[in-house]
């Protein structure tokens, strides 16, 4: 995937945050879009974007990830647009933050239907076109709680978990076949999750893991780890007691979710 003009990306969870950053970050390279959200007249405003910024072509559907038949028609449909997929960015997901007791069942449910199984149907959607042309990848956006774990974001970092294990094990059974799989674990970045807060020298910009992801499509590594970008040398897992400080910084919050 050394170059991305003309290529056919999908981004999930394109309306805000680091989907919006993505989709324009490939719009810049002369990518070929399609994207996907709940809210469909923010997305088509991305599309715009987009387009000035320089995508070849942009394509939007509303789905919610988390239901199987809408994740699949939103792959059937760029399926359709572009004839095959290039890149998959699995970037839909929500959080929740607060004691796990206080955590509402249906709460529990609809994050890991998005975070998890959304991925799952997306995945599962692509991945035969890809096998058959040897080529593609996708690019897992986790974060650095899946393999840190964040007090008051239990299931959240439950969920990222669970994407990391996956991608590892479908890196896996995909190997030899020329389809690549990475993992992008943003750490803390400047998006609706955050809306209420300051950003500080340690909450890094949408911006910064969109060129992360656009880099891993283009020369795809095994995991990309980022924490904010002053600390971004630093940025591996074995850097424990680093990572237990920079979670531990997270401001204890009940009931707060953000959806994209």
């Not at 799952?120 to 593609?136: D, F, H, K, R, Y």
Request: net charge positive; proline share 5%; charged share 20%.
């Amino acid at each position: 995937m050394g170059r991305l003009r003309g290529a056919s990306v999908l981004v999930t969870g394109a309306s805000s945050g680091i989907g919006e950053a993505t989709a324009l970050a490939f719009a810049r390279q002369g990518s070929r879009l399609a994207l996907c959200a709940r809210r469909l007249d923010r997305l088509q405003s991305v599309a715009e974007r987009c387009r000035a910024a320089g995508a070849v072509a942009v394509t939007v559907r509303r789905a919610d990830v988390s239901r199987r038949a809408e994740a699949q028609a939103f792959v059937a449909g760029a399926l359709g647009d572009f004839e095959r997929v290039d890149v998959l960015v699995n970037n839909a997901g929500f959080g929740w933050r607060g004691p796990l007791q206080d955590m509402p069942p249906e709460q529990v449910e609809a994050l890991f239907a998005t975070n998890v199984q959304g991925l799952i149907w997306t995945t599962q959607a692509v991945l035969p076109g890809m096998l058959e042309l040897n080529s593609g990848v996708i690019v897992n956006v986790a974060s650095v709680v899946g393999f840190r774990a964040a007090p008051y974001s239990a299931v959240y970092s439950a969920s990222k978990h669970a994407v990391v294990g996956l991608s590892h094990a479908l890196r896996g059974e995909l190997s030899g076949s020329g389809v690549k799989v990475t993992v992008v674990y943003p750490g803390t970045t400047d998006t609706e999750f955050f809306e209420n807060e300051t950003p500080g020298p340690l909450m890094q910009p949408a911006s910064a893991v969109a060129a992360a992801i656009v880099r891993a499509a283009r020369r795809p590594r095994r995991d990309v780890i980022m924490v904010p970008y002053r600390l971004a040398h630093l940025a591996e897992p074995l850097f424990g007691g680093l990572m237990d400080h920079l979670i531990g910084g997270f401001r204890r919050r009940q009931g707060r979710s953000a959806r994209p």
